[in-house]
């Protein structure tokens, strides 16, 4: 098997020679260590995305908005990836984005997955019945992973999921409530003698 | 706290390479930090089973608390024009491997598949560290001829090499399919950086040990005697090595400066002590005199070095008149008065050497040092692209002082490029106006790259934020990282140019080495050198009442 350093050092090279300068082939070193860490298909889908592009080096993306499509072109997820992660405090307030035709998506989610640390909010992916929940860079939730490469994606929905509780208040009630069966009931004596500070705080 | 407000040294000053390649081992050391957290380990030689010429299989462990680290030696025969110190060589005198734990049998067999292969072979997440070495055939030979008429060896000719084993690389880190570092970060005993592969080296040499005792014995079972205690002990293991350990050092500036750092804070805060005990300055005194016998016995045939050796020696004859004359142990902020007169009246090799000795006495000061010198590199991978470019430029002026300075116009400034070799991996440096392949040169001119990204910058829009100047400017991504970094870790980077004419690139080495707590450095070029790990390390029995000055105990 090879190890994660392996294909983090190896991913980093083989994107400099398929025409992307060193700092974007670190972030995809990183990525597809990333991606492979968290069980996903990394290795694959970069192996044939560099083979794609090797001789026609894809068009960057200018500016990143509510809605993301170049005519009559694919968006490189690598690209749309940095971009996203490199302005995602500013792309917060949108809430939703999506990104038309884009080749390889599975190639975006680690640099969502970091923006998701960066911005504190867990963020959903969905494309091609796929779906990925990115938890702050610490784990990715998924649905119907293909460990094949998928070429393409007609859209890429990314949702910004705002930070609440998965859980209901009555739960919440009853879980608390039982959590209070390891205090001890305070006697006047204990209310004197056990906590640190005075009866009355005037003098 | 010091009423003198004595502050961390200016690393402008101290990431020079002539600076960084004068360093010297300290009690902040590797190999050091590994005696001391290993001491109590209880050692083993689990398996030895080699033919009478010295060939097989042997296995050596430490365990602790049911955790166990097993070193596995393969030693094999090698037609001698087969040997060699280079990367490039494919055979080796013997291969070693670090396994998580003891190994079963069928271990054994897959790693004597693999191991002697090196680089070709495949390790698995279950192994730590790989190496190999070669004898020093002369010394070798000598010892074991010795050794089986029954004679000690002939202790002025093990002075001239010092060891009997040199190695060649030792990997780790998820190389070849070792263990990721991240599998086994968290366990307390290897906190210090390099510590397993501290470890592979010293079981090494007490292979080395055993299989000369061994050969001797089988080359003549009635008059061969084992190799004296004494001997073995001021024998250490010699390693060589080339440009592989440079860009190690530019492609990690956190851990870069957290070694940096924390040898700084050790020096600030000893030169904060308002008042020096006498047993302390004793204490000093005396390891700076044994140490003398480290440089007295450093033999190189290298010009470069014999200039630094030479200067040292000057230069610490100039140090114990200083001491002998000025230095009373009354004088308040004793340690301070002392650095400050080497800073003004000594080249940087003594420099450095007194740094060095000035921990000796510090335990309390350099104990809760060690387990800092290890780094979470990617919590600060991620650029902040919201920041403004004025931002980045200030970093750049404040940071990056002499580097913005060099004029890159000049032919001199850029005169070498690195590269990755393709038919081993490794990294070369070459004259990039002579030789082939400066297209493909590794992002390690960095000081190259950050005076042109600060060029940029000054025709950039100061309001702009850091991702709008990437979007047009991802050349210099990699640099633009490497700021926001030296932002936060001063002792990150080196102040120098890595790609100019007059570079040094065992300057680079030698910093690694130094905190490795490699002795002798003799280059060979100046780009490969070869140095002594362990000379004078307690023997694997003598662990557990050693005494961490035991580096100064070496009489070769």
Same mark, same amino acid.
């Given at each position: ?119 504190? %909010? ?50 919440? %009630? ?30 | ?135 020093s055939?002369?010394i070798f030979d000598h010892v074991v001829n010795s050794l089986s008429?029954?004679?000690q060896p002939d202790?002025?000719l093990l ?5 009997l ?43 080395t040990f055993?299989?000369v005792n061994?050969i001797a @014995? ?9 190799l004296?205690?004494?001997i073995a002990?001021?024998l ?64 190189? *045939? ?6 630094? =050796? ?19 142990? @009354? ?32 335990? @309390? ?84 790259? =950050? ?55 065992? *300057? ?49």
């Open positions: 098997m090879m190890s994660f350093s392996e294909i983090e050092t190896t991913a980093k090279r083989a994107s400099k020679a398929a025409g992307f300068s060193w700092g974007i082939a670190e972030e995809i070193g990183k990525s597809t260590r990333s991606l492979e860490l968290f069980g996903l298909p990394g290795i694959i889908n970069l192996n044939h995305y560099l083979k794609k592009i090797k001789k026609k080096h894809p068009t960057k993306i200018i500016k990143i908005e509510k809605e993301n499509k170049t005519e009559g072109k694919e968006l490189c997820p690598i690209y749309s990836g940095i971009t996203f992660l490199d302005r995602c405090l500013e792309l917060e307030k949108l809430k939703s984005l999506k990104f038309y035709n884009v080749s390889y998506p599975l190639l975006m989610l680690p640099f969502i997955s970091r923006a998701s640390e960066v911005m504190s %909010k867990k963020i959903l992916i969905q494309y091609n019945n796929s779906s990925f929940l990115l938890n702050f860079d610490k784990s990715i939730f998924s649905k119907n992973i293909d460990k094949q490469a998928q070429p393409q994606a007609n859209i890429v929905d990314i949702e910004f999921i705002e930070n609440k509780n998965s859980f209901s208040k009555q739960d919440w %009630k009853e879980l608390y409530k039982l959590s209070e069966e390891t205090f001890v009931e305070e006697s006047d004596s204990l209310k004197a003698t056990a906590a640190g500070a005075g009866l009355t705080d005037n003098d | 706290m010091s009423k003198l407000n004595i502050k961390l040294r200016d690393p402008n000053e101290v990431m020079k390479l002539s600076r960084l390649g004068s360093f010297h081992q300290s009690k902040l050391s590797f190999l050091r930090s590994f005696i001391r957290e290993f001491k109590d380990w209880e050692y083993k030689r689990n398996i030895f089973e080699l033919d009478k010429d010295g060939y097989g299989v042997a296995v050596y462990s430490f365990e602790k608390n049911k955790r166990n680290y097993s070193l596995i030696c393969f030693a094999q025969y090698i037609n001698p024009n087969e040997r060699s110190d280079r990367v490039i060589a494919t055979k080796w005198d013997a291969a070693f491997v670090l396994h998580d734990g003891m190994p079963t049998r069928k271990d054994i067999n897959r790693l004597k598949e693999n191991v002697p292969k090196q680089e070709i072979g495949r390790m698995s997440y279950k192994e730590l560290t790989l190496s190999r070495a070669n004898k055939v002369r008429s029954g004679n202790k002025n002075s001239k090499v010092g060891y084993y040199r190695t060649t690389a030792v990997y780790g880190s998820g190389k070849f399919g070792l263990a990721d570092r991240f599998r086994i970060k968290n366990r307390k005993e290897i906190y210090g950086p390099f510590r397993l592969e501290m470890m592979l080296v010293y079981l090494v040499r007490q292979f055993d299989q061994h @014995k089988f080359k003549n079972p009635d008059k061969a005697i084992k004296d205690e004494n002990r001021n250490g293991i010699g390693n060589s090595t080339g440009l592989g350990m440079a860009p190690f050092i530019v492609n990690h500036p956190t851990l870069l400066h957290k070694w940096i750092y924390n040898r700084e804070k050790a020096l600030k805060d000893i030169r904060s002590i308002e008042t020096v005990n006498s047993d302390e300055f004793i204490f000093f005194k005396n390891c700076l005199a044994k140490s003398r016998s480290i440089i007295d016995t450093w033999l190189t *045939d290298s010009q470069y070095q014999n200039k630094k =050796i030479n200067s040292l020696k000057s230069d610490l004859i100039e140090f114990d008149k200083f001491i002998e004359k000025d230095c009373l142990i @009354k004088t308040k902020y004793l340690w301070n008065t002392i650095y400050l007169w080497v800073e003004k009246n000594l080249k940087e090799e003594c420099i450095e050497y007194i740094v060095s000795m000035m921990m000796e006495p510090y335990d @309390k000061i350099i104990d809760p040092l060690i387990g800092n010198m290890s780094s979470e590199e990617e919590l600060y991978f991620s650029i902040p692209g919201h920041r403004k470019i004025s931002v980045l430029k200030t970093i750049l002026e404040k940071k990056y002082q002499p580097i913005i300075k060099i004029n890159f116009k000049e032919k001199n400034s850029t005169s070498n490029f690195w590269f990755i070799s393709k038919n081993k991996e490794e990294p070369r440096v070459a004259n990039r106006y002579e030789e082939h392949g400066a297209e493909l040169e590794q992002p390690l001119a960095i000081a190259r790259d =950050i005076k042109r990204l600060y060029e940029r910058i000054l025709k950039t829009n100061q309001s702009e934020t850091v991702a709008d100047f990437l979007l047009n400017n991802d050349d210099l991504r990699h640099v633009v990282r490497r700021a926001f970094i030296a932002d936060q870790f001063p002792y990150s980077e080196i102040q120098d140019n890595t790609i100019g004419a007059s570079l040094m690139p065992i *300057d680079m080495l030698r910093l690694k080495l130094s905190f490795f707590g490699a002795v002798k450095f003799d280059p060979k070029s100046d780009k490969w050198l070869r140095i002594n790990m362990y000379q004078g390390a307690p023997l694997s029995h003598e662990l557990k009442n050693s005494d961490d000055t035991w580096i100064y105990n070496s009489l070769n």
